[in-house]
């Protein structure tokens, strides 16, 4: 799904990545308030969804509900209010590679200082011998 060009506030771009997603809003309630009854949960969700209400969404309740929703209009209003460039998602195979090139890079820093402890020890073993 394309995010939008503008958003009015934050309340619109909440509201579109709930309505966006392939989640129906009482199965996100429940994610982001487990510890309550669905109805409670979802009453609970919509006062945080309205601008006239008190509720608010945390930093992490926000990243969780786009993460679980698949949509990321917040991230998107964030980077427009805050001048920043829209982010692209990272491939999975992109990161992967990556991943990989971390792991072997760390790999041969590992062997190289074994290497040397090796030498290390052997020249002090020489010496006390």
Request: charged letters at 25%.
């Amino acid at each position: 799904m394309q995010s939008k060009l503008f958003y009015e506030d934050e309340y619109e771009a909440l509201n579109l990545m709930v309505s966006n997603s392939q989640k129906a809003p009482k199965e996100l309630a429940c994610f982001l308030f487990p510890h309550l009854k669905p109805d409670s949960a979802y009453a609970r969700l919509k006062a945080c969804l309205n601008s006239e209400k008190d509720e608010r969404l945390t930093f992490g309740q926000i990243i969780a509900a786009m993460k679980f929703c698949g949509c990321y209009d917040p991230l998107m209003y964030a980077c427009d209010e805050t001048m920043h460039a829209r982010p692209d998602r990272k491939a999975p195979k992109d990161e992967e590679v990556r991943l990989v090139e971390a792991i072997n890079s760390a790999a041969t820093v590992m062997t190289n200082a074994m290497k040397q402890l090796e030498h290390l020890r052997s020249i002090g073993t020489a010496r006390t011998a």
